[in-house]
Each structure stands twice: as structure tokens, then as C-alpha cells.
């Protein structure tokens, strides 16, 4: 069974999913994942589903779990690079993932975690701009 | 009766003259007929005539003998559909060759009245599948037509246009449908992706009414988009929309604006960019000095 790895960047974690998920994989990765945010202190963790071709219900569950479980533990989940027709299925599904947080790629997924840490580390600052 | 079917043959060919011209009159008069070329078709549609009948098939005109027939009627019907002739115009183009065709029979055949009606019965059957596979095609290429420029309706209709680097706007015109919606919605999102756009604005202007089933299609849109990572802000929305979708408690969750001026303003101060009055600047720098 392979495994999916995680990489650090600064104070995110970086899980790029490029293999077909089943339901010991998808368990693995949240036992891993949830691991490494505390062990690293991690306050971002995005998820680059890009190479993904199909996403279906278990895995937006997946997604949606990834990210409530982060943010009990004080980490901001961005989804990326999800494809255009991935997108429409979910939407068809009725899946609209309202946890998640998403952005185009990687790049201005991690501009958006930087964003969001700041914002919350100044709420003050925020609210004043 | 294979004899009466080439006499009919041998008729045709020996009064090919009078006929045509007995039919071009007819058509003429009829008003099926129309400026120029009418008479070589007539003459060509003769021909096949007389070959068909003389292999001896007169109830079914889908078989091999009537080919060229075929061929010629569908070329026809083409021709009539492009040029705007109406479906009646059309076929009194094979019913109105009954007038001078039956008048022939009736000269030939005046002395047997048995065969005179049962030529003309048989004739009758002929003309009238003639006829109506001419009505067939010309409705066929009509479809085709209307097909062709739904699709090119649809690809006119669904631009989407970068207003800015990283604003995309989407002009909607006309009424949103699944199909449309669909293609729209690929649209969008594959510019989304290509472009690296974060905001899209939506702009319903041209969308002339909003009812539950096109606010589920904006809102799969704009779900969407947003699974991919872009914010969609609606704009364009005229006072009796808004009044419709309160009225209908559609709840679109999504920020709107009147204009699409306004979805623009709101879209550079989200991408942290300002839009400056020059004029001002230099009067308040002026000033200050």
C-alpha cells in the first residue's frame, strides 16, 4: 500500500493527492495528517487534488473531514487545483464541501493560508481595514 | 402487370415534350415554380420517372430503382429550404405533374376506361410517396438548419471575457436552459483555470427572467467556481429580478450588485488594486502645496 506524503513548506503541510484514494488510504492519510499538524505546529494544510479525474462522494467526505479536523486543531485547509469537471460533478451531486476552503493552485492556495494566519493573528488590523 | 408499368415508360418518353411543357405551366400558374433552372429539374425529374417506371416498381420508392429519384428530390427540397420556399411551394412541385401527366393517360387511354382508372390509381400512389418524401427532406433539412443555428446561438452567446488581470466577466444574454447552463458553466470554469482568474463576475443584464430553475443554474455555477478556488459576484440584476427572486425566496448566497461598473469597483479592491482619478490627485496636490 502506497502512501501519500506530506511535505512541509514554512508552516504548512502540502498533501498532493495523485493516486486513486480507497477507504484504508483516505484513513492513513488522516491519521498522518493529523499527526503532523501537531508534531509540526503546522497553521496550513493544502490539499492538491489537481491530478485527481474523479472525486465522488467518499472522497469530499474525505475532504470535508481533513478540514474539520484541522481546525480543531488550529490549522486552515485549502483545497486546490480542482478541475473544472470535477468541480461540476460535485455540483451535481450536491456536494458544495461549505468546510472547505479552495483555491486555483497551489500558489494562491498558500497566499490564502498566509492570508487567513495574519488576518486571525491581527483581528484587530482586519477589522480596522 | 410489368407491361402496363413500361407502357407507361414508353409513354412518358414518347410525350416528354408535351408533358414538360403542359408542367412547367402548371407550376407556373400554381405558384410552385421558382425564377430559373426549374425547367432542367423539371426535365431531370422526368427522367428518373421513366427509368424508374420502366423497371417495373411502382409501390415502394425506397428500393434501389428510385435512387437517382431519391438523390433528386433531397438535392431539391436542400435547394427550396435555402432559398425560403414555404413546404406548400415545395411539394406542388411533384403534385402539380398529375395535371398534365393524367391528361396524357387520358388521350392514350380514352378507349379502355379499366385500365385508364387503375394507371391513374397506381400513378396517384406514386406521386403522392414522391410528395411526401419531398415534404420529408425538406422538413429534415429545416431541422437541420434550426439545429445548426442553435448551436451557433450557443456558442455566440456564452463569451467569457478578462476584464482585468485575474477578473473574468461572463456576459449572460438570453434564457438560461440545462444545456446552456452547462456549456456556460465549462466555459467559465476551463477560463478560470487557464487565465488563473480569482474573481468572476456574472452579469445577468441580458437574462431576461429569473425563475427558480435559472437562480439553481446560477447557483451550480457559482458553486462551482467556488469548489475550484474563485469568487463569482453577481451583477446586472434589474428591479423587477430582484423583486422576483424576494418574491420566489430564492437565496442565491452570493454578492451581488446592481451594475456591473459597481461588481468591477468591488472586484479591483478585492484584488488590492485602486482605481485612481488622476485629475483630483494633481488638484489636491496642488493644493496641499
Known sequence: ?129 | MPDDNLVIAALIEKHQQTLLRGWLAVQKRDGGASDSGDADLSKRFLDELRAGTAAGQFNDITTAEWKGMRDLLEDFSRERVAQGFTPTQTAIFVFSFKEPLFEMLRRELAVDADRLAEQIWSLTRLLDQLGLYTIACYARTREEVIGRQQQELLELSTPVVELWDGILALPLIGTLDSARTQIVMENLLERLVSSGSEIAIIDITGVPTVDTLVAQHLIKTISAARLMGADCILSGIRPQIAQTIVHLGLELNVVSKATMADALALALRRSGKAVVDRARTVETRGSGE
Open chain 1, 1 to 129: 500500500m502506497s502512501e501519500i506524503p506530506i511535505l512541509k513548506i514554512r508552516d504548512c503541510l502540502l498533501v498532493s493527492i495523485q493516486v486513486d484514494m480507497h477507504d484504508r488510504l483516505a484513513m492513513a492519510l488522516q491519521d498522518d495528517l493529523t499527526q503532523r499538524i501537531v508534531a509540526d505546529r503546522a497553521r496550513g494544510v493544502m490539499i492538491d487534488i489537481s491530478a485527481l479525474e474523479i472525486v465522488d462522494s467518499f472522497i469530499g467526505r474525505m475532504l470535508n473531514n481533513i478540514a474539520a479536523m484541522s481546525r480543531v486543531l488550529d490549522a486552515v485547509t485549502v483545497v486546490v487545483g480542482m478541475r473544472p469537471a470535477v468541480a461540476i460533478t460535485l455540483v451535481e451531486l450536491g456536494l458544495a464541501l461549505t468546510g472547505v476552503r479552495t483555491a486555483l493552485n497551489v500558489d494562491k492556495g498558500l497566499a490564502l493560508i498566509r492570508n487567513i494566519i495574519d488576518n486571525s493573528e491581527h483581528p484587530d488590523a482586519h477589522r480596522a481595514g
